[in-house]
């Protein structure tokens, strides 16, 4: 199933409630929440009190991304602040069976995540114990990158391995790549500029879910 996971990462930050109540116009399915620590990427932006503020605000899955070094540390505040979805980049963690047990344990969603130079192997022993896994297609750390085209074979890969897996892709997404992405298997989009950059957020995501379906039609033939 096609979902659309709009990052807050491009929204007015000044109005963030009404942005939300756009996204929910829109049909999103997830909010994105870009969590960085100014380490395991070179920008910092927000926390588990935004986290908490977003699903105070919204019935919306709260889907976070944590580009951060030490999830461990954190998981616990962010189950706490309500997020549904946590995701966790395979190249920070010691023991990845440990922390999406402790995930799933706190009532979360565990998902994985990967660099786009990260070796998509390192995922694949754990795929039994993540309801999704998260392919970067940009380098994390802001938005408004290009998509980095290679990044589908990692799609293309996990697809094979897993055909009922969530899988989401994240970066550079609009819609000239949204179609490349759902064609080599991926169904969890996620977009920051292309929606909230955009004039009209609701027909952002409109538009973005049509160009997706019309590619998943061309794939089902
Ligand atoms: C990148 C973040 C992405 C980013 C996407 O570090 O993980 O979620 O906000 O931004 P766009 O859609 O503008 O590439
Ligand atoms: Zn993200």
Known sequence: MLKISPSILSADFADLEGQIRLIEQGGADYVHLDVMDGHFVPNISFGPMVAATVNRITDLTCDAHLMITD?????????????????VHIEVLDDPRSTLARIRELGMAPALTLNPDTDVELILPHLNLVEQVLVMSVFPGFSGQSFIPDTLDTVRRLRSEAP????????????????????????????????FKSTDIVRAIRDLRAVAQKALKREEQ
């Open 164 to 195: 009922e897996l969530d899988i989401e892709i994240d970066g550079g997404m609009n819609s000239d790549t949204v179609p490349q992405a759902v064609e080599a298997g991926a169904n969890v989009l996620v977009a920051a500029s292309a929606i």
């Open 71 to 87: 999830p461990d540390k954190y998981i616990e505040a962010f189950a706490k602040s309500g997020v549904d979805i946590c995701t």
